[in-house]
T-cell receptor
Framework: RKEVEQDPGPFNVPEGATVAFNCTYS??????FFWYRQDCRKEPKLLMS???SGNEDGRFTAQLNRASQYISLLIRDSKLSDSATYLC?????????????FGAGTRLFVKA | GAVVSQHPSRVICKSGTSVKIECRSL??????MFWYRQFPKQSLMLMAT?????????EQGVEKDKFLINHASLTLSTLTVTSAHPEDSSFYIC????????????FGQGTRLTVV
């Protein structure tokens, strides 16, 4: 089983739509959780951290369910500029400390 | 946000030569740095975790003698691809995690390596 698994995608949605991405992680001792965004041929950029109580940043809402080892990202009122790959990221225990593990990413296409 | 600088951004080398990639955290101390590789249309794959002052921890299937990692200070880690071959051509990205804060990682710009 992969350490971090995401919806395979791609998601094709019209502008203004609401889209949700899901992610599960295998190690219950994982500590920190994030969503990153990666544009084509660029490095990943931090979108938002995910807190246990859930958190919102404008049109983006992240949720964490530790019992189910599940993380979600909701994007409301999608914009064309939201088109990118969204990466679920977990800091999981490894040899010599915590390591940052990426999911395979979910590709989002927002169309006019 | 925190800044991580990776150099060079692009390199073309001949088969059999070695290439060194540098990763620097510019405005914070990074006790842990990570090296990833990404092939076209594939996900980021963790190659190794580098802790300052100690040996790197390599992921399964990554040859430690081929991908030499040195993390000599809290702001610099290097990855050397030794005796490069065409199949090593890829996008290599480093990230640095601050010793304080929530633990988010910040990325360098990446290095596109082409071995001919």
């Amino acid at each position: 089983r992969k350490e971090v698994e995401q919806d395979p995608g791609p998601f094709n949605v019209p502008e203004g739509a609401t889209v949700a991405f899901n992610c599960t992680y295998s190690n219950s001792a994982s500590q920190s959780f994030f969503w990153y965004r990666q544009d084509c041929r660029k490095e990943p950029k931090l979108l938002m951290s995910v807190y246990s109580s859930g958190n919102e940043d404008g049109r983006f809402t992240a949720q964490l369910n530790r019992a189910s080892q599940y993380i979600s990202l909701l994007i409301r009122d999608s914009k064309l500029s939201d088109s990118a790959t969204y990466l679920c990221v977990v800091n999981a225990p490894g040899t010599g400390g915590f390591k940052t593990i990426f999911g395979a990413g979910t590709r989002l296409f927002v169309k006019a | 946000g925190a800044v991580v600088s990776q150099h060079p951004s692009r390199v073309i080398c001949k088969s059999g030569t070695s290439v060194k990639i540098e990763c620097r955290s510019l405005d914070f101390q990074a006790t842990t740095m990570f090296w990833y590789r990404q092939f076209p249309k594939q996900s980021l794959m963790l190659m190794a975790t580098s802790n300052e002052g100690s040996k790197a921890t390599y992921e399964q299937g990554v040859e430690k003698d081929k991908f030499l990692i040195n993390h000599a200070s809290l702001t610099l880690s290097t990855l050397t691809v030794t005796s490069a071959h065409p199949e090593d051509s890829s996008f290599y990205i480093c990230s640095a995690r601050a010793s304080t804060g929530f633990g988010e990682a910040f990325f360098g710009q990446g290095t596109r390596l082409t071995v001919v």
